[in-house]
T-cell receptor, first 110, second 115 residues
Framework: KQEVTQIPAALSVPEGENLVLNCSFT??????LQWFRQDPGKGLTSLLL?????REQTSGRLNASLDKSSGRSTLYIAASQPGDSATYLC?????????FGAGTTVTVRA | DAMVIQNPRYQVTQFGKPVTLSCSQT?????MYWYQQKSSQAPKLLFH???????NEADTPDNFQSRRPNTSFCFLDIRSPGLGDAAMYLC??????????????FGPGTRLTVL
């Protein structure tokens, strides 16, 4: 069974600093790896999806990498803004069976 | 805008009183999922439908059932809610086939309170 871990559970940075969020998973036979954003009391918004054959994906200020051999994915957010404050979750696993991490709650201080 | 809609957003029920949560989608996706997310925890997959094919997770309690009468709608039935079933319930969809990328699109969730 896929186990997904995100450390740290919370992170606080000043505005403008680059964010690095970590995700580790136990089963390298991963179908894809997805990063989501969750605002308090809300649903999840998909940010990036990396297929198992890919090494990274980019969207605007966001870049996500995938290293299956080490069981790690990293989400980079460049030049953080207060609006980036949210919980970021990664999820991976078999097709149709995503296992989620508990998330990293990010606070960007103005 | 195409989207995933969940009703109600907040649901209060009594211990042991059956409750149904609703999810609808305008994305015309063929896969629909139900997740349970307790406070500060990771979302946990309960089951999913691929078209009309129901796929239950091995550790989903029998107390949880689901129906998908058509492509657009999917329901989560909790037959006898216990205090431990209080959580946010998230519905998601994805599209398989063609150039799809398996991205899951989530609704806003229904927060269930059990008294």
């Amino acid at each position: 069974k896929q186990e997904v871990t995100q450390i740290p559970a919370a992170l606080s940075v000043p505005e403008g600093e680059n964010l690095v969020l970590n995700c580790s998973f136990t089963d390298s036979a991963i179908y894809n790896l997805q990063w989501f954003r969750q605002d308090p009391g809300k649903g999840l918004t998909s940010l990036l999806l990396i297929q198992s054959s890919q090494r990274e994906q980019t969207s605007g200020r966001l870049n996500a990498s995938l290293d299956k051999s080490s069981g790690r994915s990293t989400l980079y957010i460049a030049a953080s803004q207060p609006g980036d404050s949210a919980t970021y979750l990664c999820a991976g696993g078999a097709r149709y069976k995503l296992s989620f991490g508990a998330g990293t709650t990010v606070t960007v201080r103005a | 805008d195409a989207m995933v809609i969940q009703n109600p957003r907040y649901q209060v029920t009594q211990f042991g009183k059956p409750v149904t949560l609703s999810c609808s989608q305008t994305l015309n996706h063929n896969v629909m999922y139900w997740y349970q997310q307790k406070s500060s925890q990771a979302p946990k997959l309960l089951f999913h439908y691929y078209d009309k094919d129901f796929n239950n997770e091995a550790d989903t309690p029998d107390n949880f059932q689901s129906r998908r009468p058509n492509t657009s709608f999917c329901f989560l039935d909790i037959r006898s809610p216990g205090l431990g079933d209080a959580a946010m319930y998230l519905c998601a969809t994805s599209n398989q086939g063609g150039s799809s990328t398996d991205t899951q699109y989530f609704g806003p969730g229904t927060r269930l309170t059990v008294l």
